[in-house]
């Protein structure tokens, strides 16, 4: 197990104010390198705010947030350059092939592309061929695996997925899946926002459920299981004769469906 | 620990990208020219009774406000609700290189712009002018497609949704049409023709026309070129300031 000091991401009392409606309250995490942390809630339980208040999307009403020991409010631009994103709606410039958006992208993040680095890129991803094709003309999973190219191109600490399997079918995301863990692997520190508790339970090294703006529970998939088992809410929320990662979610976050 | 890039490094890569997207969309600039273009093949009684340079400046006027109404203003509010923007945004750039890489291109479209409806004047209409002349009618292009630029950013600025920008622009740029041309012609009555003189269709048309002969820059233009330069300072200003990079930007 990694030790705290390695963490890639401190996120420290965070709070996030749209008017007068308070969308995260006190939030803390922390990521480390070579971990997989999911943040995990129902819609509106402020997942999103706190990923674009680290994403420096929006400016939080108070709280720390340090990327790589960089913080995102006053060393914007070395917290950025230290961490690659994968937004919920990723969007090129239509007009761009495949591999003009990824040169787009190396030259921001000041990385040397040659055209036998791009062709390896492409290769790696099995897009070989969809080089010269406009990101609209790719499959869900084709665009998927673009935007986690360009959002690695830069070998940043930290990497930021906001629900990366969104509509991808099983193969699909088996295979993101599996990229995911190599990523892992290879020491990144990943922070990702998912609906789907299989997809937590599956790859997460430690989860943080949030609702209503406040994390109501940390720890790995398997603790959370275990130290809930015996709740009566996740009693009554198991379907299936044996407790899993998505009954303790809804266990403590209730089943009233949000909009 | 990962580098910051050179802002010049990531200018240069945005630019790159900005110039091969309105590559890719040539067909809208030929859009742009269609109009100035029809005007110079059909304005031939205006020419012979209100002169050259009142035509010229009459179609890059008309260009430059479908530059900016219908071609800037379009393409930011395709961008901001498509999320490209935002994408920009979490990258280790600085927020005005972005917008200014777009400006860059816009300029360069009305430098095109200007070029062309002055080859077609030359060879349709015979209609040459001194190289001093030329030279001050590409500065002044600028000077004018700033207002429409800045009227472009206003219209972003105040509206997020963009199908709402695309048919308020294209209803301001028939108003601006319409109005700056038969106001001007006096055919919508004298106060109008007033009102038309000092607007942004005015102003830029007058700052143009006068540019193009040396000797007829009088008082009169100055006073248009300074109304030119506060109109461009005030859209671009509030412009900026009421614009958010997302359609869904909260706080």
Redesign the interface.
């Known amino acids: 197990m990694n030790n705290p000091s390695d963490a890639v991401l401190e996120v420290i009392d965070l709070n996030v104010k749209y008017g007068d409606f308070q969308a995260v309250k006190n939030v803390s995490f922390s990521v480390r390198a070579g971990e997989i942390f999911g943040l995990l809630g129902p819609n509106g339980a402020g997942k999103t705010s706190s990923l674009s208040a680290v994403e420096g999307l929006l400016v939080p009403e108070s709280g720390r947030i340090r990327v790589a020991g960089f913080d995102v409010k006053t060393h914007a631009r070395h917290a950025r350059a230290n961490m690659g994103v994968q937004l919920q709606a990723t969007s090129f410039q239509p007009e761009l092939n495949v591999a003009e958006i990824i040169r787009l992208f190396a030259g921001i993040y000041g990385v040397i592309l040659t055209r036998e680095k791009l062709d390896a890129i492409l290769e790696n991803i099995n897009l070989r061929e969809a080089g010269a094709k406009k990101f609209g003309q790719l499959s869900g999973g084709q665009q998927q695996r673009v935007s986690l190219v360009i959002a690695l191109i830069h070998e940043p600490k930290l990497v930021l997925l906001d629900e990366p399997t969104t509509g991808l079918d099983p193969q699909a995301r088996r295979q993101l899946w599996e990229r995911i863990e190599a990523l892992r692997n290879q020491g990144h520190g990943i922070l990702l926002t998912t609906h789907s508790m299989e997809e937590a339970e599956s790859v997460c090294d430690r989860v943080a459920i949030i609702d209503h703006g406040q994390v109501i529970s940390t720890d790995t998939p398997q603790t959370l299981i275990d130290s809930h088992r015996n709740d009566p809410a996740v009693i009554r929320a198991s379907r299936k004769g044996r407790i899993t990662l998505e009954d303790v979610f809804i266990g403590l976050t209730g089943n009233q469906v949000r909009v | 620990?990962?580098?910051?890039?050179?802002t010049s490094?990531?200018f240069?890569?945005?630019l790159?990208?900005d110039l091969?997207?309105q590559w890719?969309?040539r067909k809208s600039f030929v859009l742009i020219l269609i109009v100035p273009v029809v005007i110079l093949f059909s304005w031939k009684t205006v020419i012979d009774e209100r002169g050259g340079a009142f035509v010229l400046g009459t179609c890059i006027t008309l260009g430059l406000i479908t530059i900016g109404l219908m071609g800037y203003s379009n393409s930011v509010a395709r961008?901001r609700d498509?999320?490209?923007f935002?994408?920009?945004?979490?990258?280790?750039?600085?927020a005005w290189s972005i917008m200014t890489s777009r400006l860059l291109v816009q300029m360069l479209m009305i430098l095109l712009l200007t070029s062309t409806v002055f080859i077609a004047g030359f060879y349709f209409d015979h209609i040459s002018l001194s190289a001093g002349g030329y030279l001050l009618g590409y500065v002044t292009a600028l000077v004018g497609g700033a207002v429409y630029l800045g009227i472009g950013q206003m219209i972003v600025g105040l509206i997020k949704n963009a199908e709402t920008v695309h048919s308020t622009s294209r209803l301001v740029y028939f108003v601006f049409i319409m109005v700056g041309m038969f106001g001007e012609l006096g055919i919508l009555g004298t106060p109008i023709g007033h009102l038309v003189k000092w607007s942004p269709y005015g102003t830029v048309k007058h700052i143009l026309a006068s540019s193009f002969q040396s000797g007829s820059w009088d008082l009169s233009a100055t006073r248009a070129l300074l109304l030119t330069l506060g109109y461009a300072i005030i859209f671009s200003v509030l412009g900026i300031r009421w614009f958010q990079?997302?359609p869904s930007?909260?706080?």
């Open positions: 620990m990962q580098k910051i890039p050179s490094a990531i240069t890569s945005l790159r990208a091969l997207t890719r969309n961008d498509k999320g490209i935002q994408r920009l945004r979490v990258a280790p750039l600085p990079w997302s930007e909260k706080g």
